[in-house]
């Protein structure tokens, strides 16, 4: 890992909720620290109380987990041979939780605990019949809920922080469908979101499981005429879920995000035009209701770009950045932190790096 000043290509991130009350005018994104981390795929960002930052990553056929503290200095890298990472979560001890997926006799998703010593303190298959895949994690003091898929239906799963299988739970109400992701809420309770797929076109799917994995509501949103795939969902601290994903309608790929109330109902979703292209594949929801939206497109040049913005309590664009040099079909991740972000993407040079972004509001001249 080589760690240096500033992330180059980005030139606004997130808006610290509280100045975003207080402070009129532009917005001076203060670049805390980033890292050149290794030529490897990004799968997920997370961060805890203390600033830790965590990255789960793919390279070489090995799972890489990298965790480096407040201040950007690397603290240590696992390496796990013959996984690959899907999604990450910090946990209360220090540690965090990596989704996966293996091969073996055929596609098995798998968990990992990592330590705060940087140690795989376990990892488990969950052992859902037919090939099966772990697509997103969440974790919270209760316990650890996995998204994924298995066969042609979509499945959540529960873990102690030990790694033992409490529960699982399949979803069938297309020919097929999968959870992408997943969001703790209030209570112990989870929200996933998806996607299921009628043979025509996709819509995005919804359910709500309690901490003992009971469905307390499930249902699909769909647009007229085109194909809509949630890939990542968050929780706003009153247990609102927002997400983000990808409306389509032939070559025409639209930027989509929605928020649903607590018992499921959309309350309302958007588009935006004028980033067409934009498959957004990370969200991550702030104290206000708002949230960073993360993505990619194609680019002329070859390479993918990297999509970044902020949006309000009612979906309205704050601001976005675009860039080229990203590695095509990269995954775009944020997570946000007390004064910032963080954030896990490709630069033109090959790297993946990791960054934490501090902002301040500009004063009035």
Known sequence: MRAHATGGWLVALLLLPSLAQAAPGPVIPVAAWSLDLDLADAAGVATNLAGDTFVAANAGGNLLVWSADALGQPAWVARVPGLVATGIAATLDGGAVVSAYGWGDGPDAHVLGVSREGEVAWDRSLGVPGPDYAWGIAADARSIVVAGSAGNDAFAAALDA??????????????????TSVAM???????????????????????????????????LVAVPDASLRANSVAATPDGQ???????????????????????????????????????????????????????????????????????????????????????????????????????????????????????IAARPR
């Open 185 to 219: 809420l209030p209570g112990g309770s989870a929200v996933l979101a998806g996607w299921t797929y009628d043979g025509v076109r996709n819509r995005a799917l919804f359910a709500r499981l309690s901490g003992e994995g009971a469905i307390a509501w499930q249902g």
């Open 241 to 359: 879920p927002v997400v983000a994903g990808v409306e389509a309608d032939g070559a025409r790929i639209l930027p989509w995000v929605a928020r649903l109330d607590g018992a499921g109902k959309v309350v309302w979703q958007r588009t935006y035009g004028t980033a067409a292209g934009i498959a957004l594949t990370s969200i991550a929801a702030d104290p206000l209701g708002g949230a960073a939206l993360a993505g990619t497109s194609p680019s002329p040049l070859g390479s993918a770009q990297r999509f970044l913005a902020r949006m309000g309590s009612d979906g309205t664009l704050a601001w976005s950045q675009r860039a080229d040099g990203a590695d095509p079909g990269t995954t775009m991740s944020v997570a946000l932190h007390p004064g910032g972000a963080l954030t896990a993407s490709w630069t033109s040079s090959g790297y993946l790096v990791a960054a934490r972004w501090l902002d």
């Open 162 to 179: 030990s790694g033992t299988l409490a529960w699982t739970r399949h979803v069938a109400v297309q020919p097929e469908q999968r959870f």
